[in-house]
């Protein structure tokens, strides 16, 4: 399982002192980014002069625990699903072990078309990296 950390920035939070509930989505793609980056890949690229990415289709965080600014958030990245377009995320947020949240990401490999998005196949070598860190 990839695990990534984050330091909770005073913007990061609300007027209760505690990280605002949207900050966690920002936090679960930074992690996504991190971990595809460490696959030698990335969630958004060009090759032989055609954009490709994963935009996302599906996002929910579920809260068991507040975190507060300062606070050093683990966030683990496990891979659940790799489709044959689409790809299943968990994250896991810890804060000095103790589970705070879970959010899941569903996300479906795309070309960037002068129409818009089209989805597409994972690339086998893409998904070779994918399936080996299940």
Known sequence: MFKTARRVEFGDTDMA?????????????????????????????VADGTRFG???VSAAC???SPARF?????IAVAVEKVG????????EFTRDGAEIAVGR???????KAATGMISRE???????KLQAAT
């Open 17 to 45: 002192g505690i990280v605002h509930f949207a900050n966690f989505f920002r936090y679960m793609e930074v992690a996504e980014t991190d971990f595809l980056m460490s696959l030698g890949t990335n969630v958004s690229f």
């Open 54 to 56: 994963f935009p996302r």
């Open 62 to 64: 579920e809260y068991k």
């Open 70 to 74: 300062g606070d050093l958030l683990t």
């Open 84 to 91: 044959t377009k689409s790809l299943s995320y968990r994250f």
């Open 105 to 111: 990401v569903t996300s479906v490999f795309c070309e």
């Open 122 to 128: 994972i690339p086998p070598d893409i998904r070779a």
